[in-house]
């Protein structure tokens, strides 16, 4: 994939990865990937954990001002650090997307034991029944009195009411986790935290100078989803 990190031939344009802990002017290690590499292996929870924990710190409240001007004075370095984070990313769809693949690998065992207690069939079944009786009645009216629209329409919303009870019950049933909530606006906060992240990285490995308040700042938002992450890893674990 074409982008502004790797230079044609394909090696890094910014830093070496092979660095060293203590080779930067601030004496930290920064591997530029780092960031990027551990947001591409977030699961969706992790991703709920990571952007909740977020809503809930004060220092995300408001955009940090040093590392607004650390974005402002390093452009072609911020935009190597956008490019490297969208290799490993893709688009905010693409990153979703594969954070519910992971999810999904976690759910197997548990997707596994349900077909084997035959729990699975069963609500598959239920389903299957739901969805005809949803559409049997509209059906039925609009086949034998198609001038009733007062009756097509009390039957619609009941059938739309029996959807959510009968939708609710049998997600119940099936004892699955429910799907966490991802909002696009939150992700992108957290996707700008792993930007920061980078950024930083990029820098230090380029040896340019980062006061240590404003590299703990950029940092803060991956250390928080690294935070988050692990709570997760240990409630499903």
């Known amino acids: ?3 502004d990190y790797h230079l044609p031939d394909g090696p890094p344009r910014y830093g070496d990865r092979a660095f060293t802990p203590g080779e930067g002017p601030s004496g930290a290690a920064a591997r530029v990937e780092e960031a990027a590499e551990g947001a591409a292996r977030l699961s969706l929870d ?3 954990a990571a952007i909740d924990r977020r809503l809930e710190s004060a220092w995300a409240e408001v955009p940090d ?3 607004t001007a650390l974005r402002n004075d390093y452009p072609e370095e911020l935009a190597a650090a956008r490019a490297l984070v969208n290799v490993h990313l893709g688009t905010q769809r693409q990153w979703r997307l594969k954070a519910e693949g992971i999810r999904d690998k976690r759910l197997a065992a548990t997707t596994g034991r349900r077909r084997a207690s035959g729990r699975a069939r069963k609500i598959l079944l239920l389903r299957v029944g739901l ?3 949803l559409i049997a009645p509209p059906a039925y009216i609009v086949c034998t009195n198609q001038n009733d629209l007062v009756k097509l329409v ?3 919303a009941v059938c739309l009411i029996a959807a959510f009870v009968g939708g609710h019950y049998l997600t119940v049933m099936a004892r699955v986790p429910v799907m966490p909530t991802i909002r696009g606006p939150w992700l992108t906060e957290i996707r700008e935290d792993i930007v920061n992240a980078t950024l930083v990285a ?3 490995n380029k040896g340019i100078f980062v006061q240590g ?3 703990a700042a950029a940092r803060r938002g991956w250390q928080s989803i690294q935070v988050a992450a692990k709570a997760a890893a240990g409630i499903h674990a």
Do not use: F, H, R
């Open 154 to 156: 009390v039957t619609g």
């Open 1 to 3: 994939m074409s982008n």
């Open 131 to 133: 969805i005809i009786a």
């Open 213 to 215: 308040t404003t590299m």
């Open 202 to 204: 990029i820098l230090l």
């Open 46 to 48: 992790d991703m709920a």
């Open 65 to 67: 001002p040093s590392v």
